[in-house]
């Protein structure tokens, strides 16, 4: 534990966290997901906890273990990640959406598993809603920072999002590197804000990068 961030600046503020991947059904045995472990987004929450701030965790599955004295919501899928964070929106100060939110899910999911045949099995796959963007009609006080996973043109696509989202920061990270992105214990990031200024930072552990994200909210 990191002794200079002892400090419990974040008293009294409730934050919204979002961590873990989605699954989409296929069918009652499988499903798609993503390679999100949850690790960022459980930093953060415990961060955030031990600045003292009243944090709201809402994760896809994940293996981990949630931070002690912190209120927990379990989602599955985009949908139910989706509603989870609007019911929750108007009453927060900031929402962290680190999670790894399925853009697509099975268009159709069966009730009952899918025979194999000989023949190629085509999965049609549908649009899930964008929280961030849908959530951007409710914003008022609210500070809003998204993550940007991407593997190449990092900068490019990261500006890119934080315009069509409304976020005040986004933190983009390399998700092509080996000590960034999901699963490691490390992250490099760069944070951006609103108008466009550019901070990038070493690789740190994901615990110094939720520190250094929850800075944002102090200064
Ligand atoms: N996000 C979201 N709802 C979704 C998909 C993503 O709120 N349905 C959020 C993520 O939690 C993240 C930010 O949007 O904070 C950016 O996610 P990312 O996957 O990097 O970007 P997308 O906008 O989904 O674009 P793409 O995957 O095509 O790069
Ligand atoms: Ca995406």
Redesign the pocket.
Known sequence: EMLLYKEKDLVGKNILI?AGPTREDIDPVRFITNRSTGKMGYAIAKAARDRGANVTLITGPTDLTPPSFIDVVNVYS?ED??RA?SDRFDKCDVLI???????YRPKEKSNIKIKKSDDDLKIELTR??????E?KEKKSRQVVI?????TNDVLE?ATK?IK??NLDY?IANDVSQKDSGFGTDTNTIKIIDKFGNVKDYPNMSKLDVAHTILNLLVK
């Open positions: 979002t985009a990640m989706y964070v959406m680190s999670a790894a939110v399925a853009d899930n809603k964008d929280i961030l963007y959530i998204g993550f940007a996973a991407e696509n999002k069509k989202k986004i």
